[in-house]
């Protein structure tokens, strides 16, 4: 069975300052990694994945994230926080299950504040 | 990119009504629909994965005789609450999946937040 643990349900940072989400999987095959972004009352938007390949993914909005395979993480990392970055951010994992069918699961979530 | 509308986006209702949420893939076919639901400060759980011209597949501890679904086209799942009550209070969202093969991603609707009196 596959599952995410977020750490930390929420993350204050500074405008201007690193942002830095963890997230670490767990999957009986290789995985499928993939970074949400959550705006209220919105739906999900894609901010970056993983599947195979280079290890270091960019994403939109300055987003990048690191799939380490021996530390079983894909933490997502933005160099300089913006207002706007102010949002719930959901890590999930996926991976193939009984059926056929490629199942998502999705971390509890982080949210993130940026302080001005 | 792949765009996934829900309708509508947001319903209130009486408890014992039913009602119906519409999820449309608009630039793309969707074999494979996602219903989630997601409670305030949560994380999104699968409720049902719905399959074009099948059957969905609902994840255990959801009741599929109250949360009906029908998916009966590629670019069309509908998932109804029947005799709604105020705990199925909650934040409705799909995601389509394209019927080419692909990585996986899945397309987010903008969510459908159901609430009842």
């Known amino acids: 069975a596959q599952s995410v643990t977020q750490l930390g349900s929420h993350v204050s940072v500074s405008e201007g300052a690193l942002v830095l989400l963890r997230c670490n999987y767990s999957s009986s095959v290789p995985p499928y990694l993939f970074w949400y972004v959550q705006y209220p009352n919105q739906g999900l938007q894609l901010l970056l994945k993983?599947?195979?390949?280079?290890?270091l993914v960019k994403g939109i909005n300055g987003f990048e994230a690191e799939f380490k395979k021996s530390e079983t993480s894909f933490h997502l990392t933005k160099p300089s926080a913006h207002m706007s970055d102010a949002a719930e951010y959901f890590c999930?994992?996926?991976?193939?299950?009984?059926?056929?069918?490629?199942?998502?699961?999705f971390g509890t979530g982080t949210k993130l504040q940026v302080i001005p | 990119g792949a765009v996934v509308s829900q309708h509508p986006s947001w319903v209130i209702c009486k408890s014992g009504t039913s009602v119906k949420i519409e999820c449309r893939s608009l630039?793309?076919?969707?074999?494979?629909m996602f219903w989630y639901r997601q409670f305030p400060k949560q994380s999104l759980m699968l409720m049902a994965t719905s399959n074009e011209g099948s059957k969905a597949t609902y994840e255990q501890g959801v009741e599929k005789d109250k949360f009906l679904i029908n998916h009966a086209s590629l670019t069309l799942s509908t998932l109804t609450v029947t005799s709604a009550h105020p705990e199925d209070s909650s934040f409705y969202i799909c995601?389509?999946?394209?019927?080419?093969?692909?990585?996986?991603?899945?397309?987010f609707g903008p969510g459908t937040r159901l609430t009842v009196l």
């Open positions: 630039d793309f076919q969707a074999t494979t």
């Open positions: 999930a994992v996926s991976e193939a299950y009984s059926g056929g069918y490629q199942k998502v699961t």
């Open positions: 993983y599947t195979t390949g280079a290890t």
């Open positions: 995601s389509a999946r394209d019927a080419l093969p692909s990585t996986n991603e899945q397309f």
